[in-house]
């Protein structure tokens, strides 16, 4: 009896402990890391957000970046864009981009080309015309000689104005690119700007600038019972020039889950007293109405909102922090929201402006002295001055005023060109000159045929032009009327990338189309308090006892399962009708740990029901899961180690080029093909592999065991498979397995770096990480800059020995590392190098030093014969380059020699 006693007091006893240790457990941040995967998959089986249609990406994309040339691009471009959307009614401009320094300034080419190329003809025409005048009449006697000072004296003074006049209209051709890109925010009217949200004081900031941030970026109609919770200390403000232009400004900072993934935001923020809005959240409120933001409770309420027509309140719910959840969209960036890049916004500029070049190149046609009154052409002309002269008058008043008149003159622009254009004067010059030249000397007839051709060209040019930007314009205004736009950089070379629940890799610009669309649909999500979590893993491990407590061991087994699936499918329901997540994975498992325990502890008791159990829980469940909930083993643990080790990046030239020649069977074949080959010569050299990348290998040497000669070796295996490679290429291209060769870059490194398990209790990694891992990840790309393959670090260099033929480049900057660095290339063993290549490096050192001595023509002239030697040197042709541009434009005087690298 008391054997049956102690036996019921550890069945009762079970439910309890569980309950209790997952109720705990529910409480670990780690363990709530867990629990985020479920809230994900629940997200996943949640039907999709629907998506404004007023939302539109204008993406600074890879065919902005290849069109238009490398970020940061001069502010300018920005600025036309701006007017470009204000042409076409967009209702929003939130730049996801700062702008807390200054730029260079830059030439206006179309007013260069353009209306100040006109005026120098036009000075110029009427000197010369008056010129030829005065000495035809000298010359006939219609002047006498002693009056020809006095005409003299009438061209001098109009030489004189003309000076004048044109050094007054030679100051537009500099542009300005801060101011111009602040007064285009104005001119456009709703453009919002970043702020940058610190943990410290930023003490540097000036009064004034702080001024116009506190008085017209924070927002005033907030209500809050105590002042809000919030972390950062100040912010980085936009210089003035953009700060006092732009109509208001929000933060960009978004709070990153413990597992790296982007669900939840604040929406309001408060220092010294002031408010401030997310920066999507701060346009979106101005567009709403400027409503109340009243908290209540976990509540965030914004009263008397003007939405799609209607006034309405409306309630956005916050978690225990104060933030709201984000409603992603399931879908990529690619593929959520409306998109339009940026260069759609450039290229319609660039095509008036090559519209109104053809019409200046058509008006200077003779033919138009067969037509009798003024030359047509001038009208479309004079229309596109007037509407040059009204840009710039609202760019510098910013008046709605100003900003309407310059939108009809724009308009009366594409009204003369059209009315121009279809005149028939296509047809009536050439029938003109037809005639002409049948009256005209036979040996001038050519001269009319050329003529006419020519003209016939400049008018087709001009009506394919026009037609094309009224395709634009219409192409444009469907997508940006009434747009909220968002703009930001997302070609391939960015890293402002984040992991949202369902993308690894997610531009972060999308974040704030998916902020604004998460208010506009109100389609939110909540959760419940951990302890509700906690509360409901205690209750449920007991409930699942007293149901089952009484049941033979199979039906335990079945009704445990079914309750934990239950479970499970209760509070998917919940989350599906109404939003609300309520924590499932410390419940669920809870529910089916305690179950399961108490089933196995029955089978343990009872002697005779042990067989069966067995047999009943290999049907039901894995061994691993078995064994895990019985035997509870130790988790792995995360963390790592400093080591002095050496670091590896590679990365193959052009793949996706090459990916996306080959099916997907093809290019499986030949990644493993390649990655095999180079793999093993990083294990055959006691590297260790890290993880790939698609075609990228990251590696590391002298780690997890350690060895003295880790740079020596990662030098020897980079230079070993770049003799590899060539060996594959020629079996890829013998098989046709790739349309082009496959070339790898290397970059290396030696430094202080953290290497062990890192990541999260449910999936780790043996990796590494630290600045020195990201300067060989750096220094691989920037091979791209040098021409070069294999690029190393001075302690690289230094550490692997004398047994490598190298070759010096440049100390730089790299993005993301202040420390300069000196670059050497990895060439190839000595041992391999004959004369002749020990000769070309050695005088490659000598035109690098003159080059180091700012003799930029000596060097020119030096790295010219070396590259006439040697074609495919991809260094020496970077190092000409940069001499020749050196030598059109020297650095500062200052400068210390070391180059910032802007690309990564």
């Given at each position: 009896m008391a054997k049956k006693k102690k036996s019921s007091l550890i069945l009762f006893a079970i439910p309890v402990v569980v309950g209790c240790v997952f109720a705990l457990l529910n409480l670990l941040t780690a363990w709530n890391a867990l629990e985020l995967r479920v809230y994900d998959a629940f997200l996943g089986f949640k039907p999709d957000v629907a998506i404004d249609p007023s939302l539109v990406l204008l993406d600074v994309d890879e065919e902005s970046i290849v069109r238009t040339g490398a970020w940061p691009w001069p502010r300018g471009l920005m600025a036309r864009g701006l007017e470009t959307m204000a042409e076409f009614g967009a209702a929003t401009a939130v730049f996801d981009i700062e702008y807390i320094e200054r730029s260079p300034m830059?030439?206006?080419?179309?007013?260069?080309?353009?209306?100040?190329?006109?005026?120098?003809?036009?000075?110029?025409?009427?000197?010369?015309?008056?010129v030829a005048s005065l000495f035809g009449a000298l010359a006939s006697g219609n002047i006498p000689m002693k009056d020809a000072g006095e005409y003299g004296d009438m061209l001098l003074e109009l030489l004189q104005d003309g000076k004048t006049e044109l050094y007054s209209a030679t100051g537009k051709v500099a542009i300005e690119n801060d101011s111009y890109l602040g007064k285009a925010m104005r001119l456009f009217g709703h453009a919002s700007v970043t702020l940058n949200l610190q943990d410290q004081r930023i003490d540097v900031i000036s009064p004034e600038l702080r001024a116009i941030a506190e008085t017209k970026f924070s927002y005033p109609n907030i209500l809050a019972a105590t002042p809000i919770r919030t972390v950062p200390k100040d912010f980085l403000i936009p210089i003035m020039d953009v700060a006092s232009m732009a109509s208001g400004a929000g933060f960009t900072n978004v709070t990153i889950d413990p597992d790296g993934v982007r669900r939840r935001i604040r929406l309001v923020e408060e220092i010294d007293g002031k408010r401030y809005l997310q920066l999507a959240f701060a346009p979106l409120v101005k567009g709403l109405g400027n409503p109340d933001i009243v908290f209540e409770?976990?509540?965030?309420?914004?009263?008397?909102?003007?939405?799609?027509?209607?006034?309405?309140?409306?309630?956005?719910?916050?978690?225990?922090?104060?933030?709201?959840?984000?409603?992603?969209?399931?879908?990529?960036y690619e593929d959520s929201f409306t998109h339009v890049s940026f260069y759609r916004l450039l290229e319609y500029r660039q095509n008036e402006e090559n519209l109104v070049s053809n019409l200046r190149s058509l008006r200077t046609i003779e033919a138009w002295a067969l037509v009798s009154g003024s030359n047509p052409a001038d009208a479309p002309l004079a229309a596109w001055d007037a509407e040059e002269t009204t840009r710039y008058a609202a760019l510098e008043s910013g008046t709605p005023q100003d900003k309407?008149?310059?939108?009809?003159?724009?308009?009366?622009?594409?009204?003369?060109?059209?009315?121009?254009?279809?005149?028939?004067?296509?047809?009536?010059?050439?029938?003109?000159?037809?005639?002409?030249?049948?009256?005209?000397?036979?040996?001038?007839?050519?001269?009319?045929?050329?003529?006419?051709?020519?003209?016939?060209?400049?008018?087709?040019?001009c009506t394919d032009t026009f037609a094309l930007t009224e395709k634009q314009a219409a192409a444009l205004r469907e997508k940006l009327s009434g747009a909220f736009c968002v703009l930001g950089w997302t070609a391939t070379a960015t890293t402002d990338m984040g992991v949202n629940p369902f993308n690894k890799?997610?531009?972060?610009?999308?974040?704030?189309?998916?902020?604004?669309?998460?208010i506009l649909q109100q389609d939110f999500l909540d959760e419940t308090p951990v302890w509700v979590g906690s509360l409901a893993s205690f209750l449920l491990a007991i409930v699942v006892i007293l149901l089952i407590a009484r049941m033979s061991t199979l039906y335990q087994i079945l009704v445990g399962m079914g309750l934990t699936l239950v479970v499970v499918l209760v509070n998917y329901g919940i989350f599906h009708f109404t939003g609300t997540y309520t924590y499932t994975f410390a419940p669920t498992l809870s529910t089916f740990g305690s179950f399961l325990i108490y089933a196995l502890t029955s089978f343990l008791i009872s002697e005779r029901e042990k067989s069966f159990l067995r047999k009943a829980f290999g049907t039901y469940l894995s061994g691993d899961v078995i064994n895990q909930i019985i035997e509870n083993p130790d988790m792995l643990k995360l963390g790592g180690q400093k080591k002095w080790i050496t670091a590896m990046f590679t990365d193959v030239k052009g793949f996706s080029t090459i990916s996306e020649a080959l099916d997907p069977e093809s290019l499986v074949k030949l990644l493993n093909l390649y990655l095999s080959g180079m793999s093993d010569i990083v294990l055959e050299n006691r590297g260790t592999i890290d993880k790939y990348e698609g075609d990228a290998i990251i590696s590391f040497f002298g780690a997890p065991l350690s060895f003295q000669e880790h740079a020596r070796a990662a030098c020897l295996a980079a230079v070993l498979m770049k003799k590899k490679e060539a060996e594959l290429n020629k079996q890829f291209m013998a098989d046709k397995l790739t349309p082009n060769p496959l070339l790898t870059r290397i970059g290396l490194n030696t430094g202080d770096m953290v290497v062990g398990n890192m990541g999260t209790v449910r999936k780790m990694d043996y990796t590494i990480m630290g600045n020195a891992v990201n300067l060989a990840a750096r220094l691989e790309g920037v091979n791209k800059q040098y021409g070069s393959w294999i690029l190393a670090s001075d302690a690289t260099k230094i550490e692997a020995g004398d047994d490598f033929m190298t070759r010096r480049f440049d100390r730089v900057r790299v993005v993301g590392i202040n420390t300069p660095v000196q670059l050497w290339e990895i060439v190839g063993l000595k041992a391999d190098a004959d004369d002749k290549l020990l000769d070309f490096h050695d005088r490659f050192e000598k035109a690098h030093q003159v080059f180091d001595a700012m003799d930029w023509a000596k060097a020119l002239s030096m790295f010219t014969a070396l590259l006439e030697e040697k074609p495919t040197d991809g260094p020496s042709a970077a190092y000409r380059k940069r001499s020749e541009e050196f030598i059109k434009k020297a650095p500062v005087a200052d400068w210390d020699g070391v180059f910032s690298l802007n690309e990564k």
């Open positions: 830059s030439a206006d080419q179309e007013y260069l080309k353009g209306p100040l190329k006109d005026e120098f003809d036009g000075l110029f025409d009427e000197v010369g015309s008056n409770g976990k509540q965030l309420v914004l009263k008397g909102a003007k939405l799609k027509g209607k006034v309405t309140d409306i309630t956005i719910p916050l978690d225990e922090k104060g933030q709201m959840l984000i409603r992603w969209p399931k879908s990529t309407a008149t310059w939108l009809e003159t724009k308009a009366h622009f594409k009204e003369e060109t059209a009315a121009f254009l279809s005149a028939g004067w296509d047809s009536q010059i050439p029938d003109l000159l037809d005639q002409a030249k049948a009256y005209a000397d036979p040996a001038e007839a050519p001269l009319y045929d050329a003529l006419k051709e020519r003209f016939s060209g400049l008018y087709r040019n890799a997610y531009v972060n610009v999308g974040t704030h189309a998916a902020v604004a669309n998460t």
